[in-house]
């Protein structure tokens, strides 16, 4: 019996060769299913939507090395920085859904700045393929080092001290940190005036000279100032104290409770990548993130390296939007 098995099993492989093979002559293509068995087969593209030098950047350049050795092909960066991310989440749209090109996704252009808009330039909750969540990290506020203010109350009473000219910074219109901002706005009653940027690179540079008076934005972007003493940092918005600023209070241990909140960064793509290319790159994602030095590049950049497969990571995100868009409509925001 086993060589009559053998043979069948033989006899197929023949006929499924002379089938590709007709396929090929013939110059018809494969099914998509068929050629998702061979991915990846050519270079992959992996956009970020913001400048370099912010916290996606650093991201996308943390994974890079790793992603290119487990999937056996190149892996390049493409920058397509704007409206807060927008540019990028509505170029990966019209992207063909394949896994050739990807997106560091973020908490500005997939929980918050869709439901900035009147006439929505997408739904992140069905326009795309969700493939794994990186990173999830606490939030900081910070200010310039020779700022008054050594706590996050003691910047309150000094921004109503001195409400002509205290305000925001933020990393971009419908980003995650013009969103922190309105809701330090809500908590404390300030009514700080928004100053957005092209991106955190530039608004951490004015926040050290002085031109903003607040940014709270991601370690990944704010630790190196902090360390090197151009910044201070004045409370983290996470559960916990951030173990990289084990001396700087929690917004709930400071009495501001309500601004407690985490950004995540993840691996998405578009709408309808098939579930095998999809769950591949799941898995890969996982492994190298399990990595030590991985754990440990993204710890000392102050996040913390979290794995969510697929549903679990689609399911957050959709939990994320419901919340930032009730916040959206409290504070009457709107990019139109």
């Known amino acids: 019996m086993a060589i009559i098995k053998n043979q069948k099993t033989r006899r197929q492989l023949v006929v499924g060769g002379s089938i590709s093979s007709a396929f090929a002559a013939s110059g018809i293509a494969l099914p998509f299913h068929a050629q998702a068995q061979a991915y990846p087969n050519k270079t992959i593209k992996l956009i970020v939507g913001f ?22 092909q190149s892996v390049i960066i493409e920058y ?12 990966l749209l019209k992207a063909a859904p394949d896994g050739y090109t990807l997106l560091i996704a973020n908490t500005g252009p997939f929980a918050i700045a869709p439901f ?44 109503k001290a001195n409400a002509k000219t205290a305000n925001y910074a933020s990393g971009g219109l419908g980003s995650s940190t013009h969103l922190n901002g309105e809701l330090l706005n809500l908590v404390s009653g300030l009514d700080l ?5 092209r991106g955190s690179s530039p608004a951490v540079q004015d926040l050290i000279g002085g031109q903003v ?6 370690g990944t972007v704010l630790l190196p100032q902090i360390k090197g003493g151009r910044l201070r940092a004045i409370a983290v918005t996470g559960s916990k104290r951030d173990a990289a600023l084990p001396d700087v209070a929690t917004v709930k241990e400071q009495g ?15 709408a309808g990548m098939p579930a095998d290319i999809r769950n591949k790159l799941a898995e890969e994602l996982n492994k190298l993130l399990m990595q030590a030095d991985i754990k440990t590049k993204f710890a000392t950049a102050g996040a913390e390296v979290k794995f969510r497969g697929p549903d679990e990571f689609a399911t957050m995100i959709s939990k994320e939007s419901e919340r930032w868009a009730n916040l959206i409509r409290t504070r009457k925001i709107t990019l139109d």
């Open 193 to 197: 005036p928004h100053v957005p940027y």
């Open 256 to 270: 501001f409770g309500d601004m407690e909140a985490a950004g995540f960064q993840g691996l998405v793509g578009p």
């Open 116 to 159: 900035l808009q009147a006439k929505r330039p997408y739904d992140p909750r069905k326009d795309f393929s969700y493939i794994g969540q990186i990173s999830e990290s606490s939030y900081i506020a910070c200010v310039r080092a020779e700022h008054p203010a050594k706590d996050l109350p003691s910047f309150v009473a000094w921004a």
């Open 80 to 91: 397509k920085a704007g409206a807060g991310g927008l540019l990028a989440a509505t170029e």
């Open 213 to 218: 008076s607040i940014l709270i934005d991601a």
């Open 51 to 72: 400048p370099p030098g912010g916290g996606i950047d650093f991201t996308a350049r943390s994974i890079q090395p790793s992603l290119e050795a487990a999937l056996k």
